[in-house]
């Protein structure tokens, strides 16, 4: 049976660096959210009609085919308006249709240490929002304004190291580990 991970949480709040230490330490594939995103920013501008149902299609697709396929993974996520309200909802019943499981993990991050991270170098890696200003003028226009996510399991990147947070998502949902990092 296939597990999908779901973590969501703030820009800059450290999902993409704890998903990769829950990889390490799990042995499951991350298939965080800049992966497609990237992808389609080469073709389309990000938020435009083909972009968001690329996107979205491409998440559903891959995600829901790995659970068909037995294959369980970790998918990072940014709440935010360009993406539909009932994607999590969607995903999750597409995964379970296929046999799988999804826990939702809320990475939370106060907004001082989203704004001192947001610029952080590691950040230039992907496609990600790295402008400070940038940040602040989408979150005054209500860019990051999405439905809450229930999720029963919660990590917070300001007081807990992402090594540590994996260990507590892999400790809760008692994934098997490869190995403590």
Not at 24 to 52: I, K
Not at 114 to 128: L, T
Request: with cysteine; aromatic share 8%; proline share 6%.
């Amino acid at each position: 049976m296939s597990r999908v991970i779901f973590l969501h949480g703030p820009a800059a709040g450290g999902k993409y660096t704890i998903g990769k230490e829950l990889s390490e330490l799990t042995g499951l594939a991350l298939f965080h959210n800049h992966l497609v995103v990237d992808m389609l920013l080469a073709v389309f501008p990000f938020g435009s009609p083909a972009f968001v149902a690329h996107r979205e299609r491409i998440w559903l697709d891959v995600i829901g085919d790995a659970a068909a396929a037995g294959t369980s993974l970790i998918f990072s996520f940014t709440p935010e308006r360009t993406v539909s309200p009932g994607f999590p909802q969607a995903l999750g019943g597409r995964v379970t249709a296929a046999g799988g499981t999804i826990s939702f993990v809320e990475v939370k991050c106060d907004e001082a240490e989203v704004q001192r991270r947001i610029e952080a170098k590691g950040r230039q890696e992907f496609r990600k929002l790295n402008s400070l200003a940038a940040y602040r003028l989408l979150r005054a226009e209500g860019a990051f304004d999405y439905p809450a996510i229930p999720s029963p399991l919660a990590v917070d990147s300001a007081l807990t190291s992402p090594a540590e947070s994996a260990r507590q998502i892999a400790t809760a949902l008692g994934l098997p580990t490869i190995g403590w990092t």
